[in-house]
């Protein structure tokens, strides 16, 4: 947990330059057009356009953008057909990577992920190469001014969740995959709308990494994320907080 609850913190430093993005928009709008091609287009009961409409409004995304993709995917068979692709590869250090995306272009989304790596000193690797050394989980987010952390925890772990982790910012409860949906559902009657909800990937072990290989790390990530196509990286290394300071600064 340590070394993912740190990769989300990284994550989170670096959400104000994201947002800046050009390309952030497109990811989501992706996202609600694959969710609501898949699930329909009624949030209340299709748990992954939810949480797209969550992602979205918490980075601002205009109310039109959000309804126009999502009549996008609800108009069966029209437009781009989006995939979802699961990349695995070594960034340097031995860390390894999983890259979800989304994609219309196999071609293209491959050529621009190996690119990343082997611009970074990594290596793309086969599917299954990496991902037994992480284990799938639920993940939902709130705010901390949503709960107070005990009765968080309580609610949590009586919906079905493993665990639940709180600090000044947040809580970031833990439930197994297929319990998702079931979890989500109890705590929003509870606590309104989460801020995300999701699968992650999450690291067994962490690898620690020197500033050197730190930097670099975080360079291939900034590069697979620049990629329209990237909806989300895992990755299982972990970095000293004065190391991330300096890098994240």
Same mark, same amino acid.
């Given at each position: 947990?340590a070394? !993912? =609850? ?19 928009? *497109? ?7 694959v969710?609501?091609?898949?699930g329909?287009?009624? /949030?209340?009961s ?7 409409i969550?992602?979205?409004? #918490? &980075?601002n ?5 959000i309804?126009?993709?999502?009549k996008k995917?609800?108009g069966?068979?029209?437009?781009e057909?989006?995939?979802?692709i ?5 960034a340097?250090g031995?860390?390894?990577?999983i ?5 219309? &272009?196999? $071609?293209?989304?491959?050529?621009e992920?190996? =690119?990343?790596?082997?611009? !970074? ?5 086969e599917?299954? *190469?990496?991902?037994?050394?992480f284990?799938?989980a639920?993940e939902?987010t709130? /705010? ?12 949590a772990?009586?919906?079905g969740?493993?665990?639940?982790? #709180?600090?000044?910012?947040?809580h ?8 998702l !949906?079931?979890?989500?559902g109890?705590?929003?009657?509870r606590?309104?709308? *989460?801020?995300?909800?999701k699968?992650?990937?999450? /690291?067994q #072990?962490?690898? /620690?990494?020197?500033e050197?290989?730190?930097?670099t ?18 990755? $299982? ?7 991330l300071s300096?890098?994240?600064?």
């Amino acid at each position: 947990m340590a070394g !993912h =609850s740190q990769f989300k913190n990284i994550m989170h430093r670096k959400g104000a330059q994201d947002k800046k993005r050009a390309g952030l928009f *497109a990811k989501l709008g992706r996202e609600l057009t694959v969710s609501a091609k898949i699930g329909g287009a009624d /949030p209340d009961s299709n748990i992954r356009l939810r949480a797209a409409i969550t992602a979205a409004r #918490s &980075n601002n995304m205009p109310k039109d953008n959000i309804e126009r993709a999502i009549k996008k995917g609800a108009g069966a068979g029209e437009g781009e057909d989006y995939e979802d692709i699961r990349y695995e590869g070594y960034a340097p250090g031995g860390v390894a990577v999983i890259v979800e995306a989304l994609t219309d &272009n196999r $071609n293209r989304t491959a050529s621009e992920i190996r =690119s990343a790596f082997n611009k !970074h000193g990594g290596n793309l690797a086969e599917t299954g *190469a990496v991902s037994f050394m992480f284990s799938r989980a639920g993940e939902i987010t709130y /705010p901390a001014g949503a709960a107070a952390a005990e009765a968080m925890f309580e609610a949590a772990l009586e919906a079905g969740a493993m665990d639940v982790e #709180s600090d000044a910012s947040s809580h970031l409860v833990s439930c197994e995959p297929d319990e998702l !949906h079931a979890v989500a559902g109890a705590l929003e009657a509870r606590f309104g709308a *989460a801020e995300s909800t999701k699968l992650v990937w999450r /690291p067994q #072990s962490t690898i /620690p990494l020197d500033e050197e290989t730190a930097a670099t790390v975080l360079k291939l990530l900034d590069a697979l994320d620049d990629s329209d196509d990237v909806q989300s990286i895992a990755a $299982n290394f972990e970095i000293d907080e004065d190391i991330l300071s300096r890098l994240t600064a």
